[in-house]
């Protein structure tokens, strides 16, 4: 069968030019962030290879990004290839307006409907 054969070999060419770890975190519970971020720092500290890192928060989780011990904390791993993703579904639930956010997170109308792009990307799933 030609088709699936040429399929692979498309894949195989992307996963080649794609020479990093894709990886996703996702936090759903606010009292995870302190857990979130030491696994973030390590994975930083011990990864031998390029990557790239999201991490999605839902739930009451996003109000995570209004403390300043931990915004600040993630601000530094912004600076290092994270990035840092909100629901808006949540923000709402949570009564969290997107202008109260730090400037280095980013939103999306659905947290669960972003982890599930991210995985279909290759994204690596990883939930403290």
Do not use: R
Request: include cysteine.
């Amino acid at each position: 069968m030609p088709e699936p054969d040429f399929i692979f070999k498309v894949d195989q060419v992307y996963m080649q030019e794609e020479d990093f770890m894709k990886v996703l975190f996702h936090v759903d519970e606010y009292v995870m962030w302190a857990l979130t971020i030491k696994n973030l720092n390590n994975f930083i500290k011990d990864i031998d290879e390029e990557f790239a890192i999201m991490v999605v928060a839902n739930g009451d989780a996003v109000a995570g990004y209004l403390d300043v011990k931990l915004s600040n904390q993630m601000k530094v791993l912004s600076e290092n290839s994270v990035t840092f993703i909100s629901c808006l579904n949540s923000m709402k639930q949570e009564k969290i307006e997107e202008k109260a956010l730090p400037v280095f997170v980013k939103t999306v109308p659905s947290g669960v409907v972003e982890i599930a792009k991210l995985e279909e990307e290759g994204y690596h799933y990883i939930k403290p």
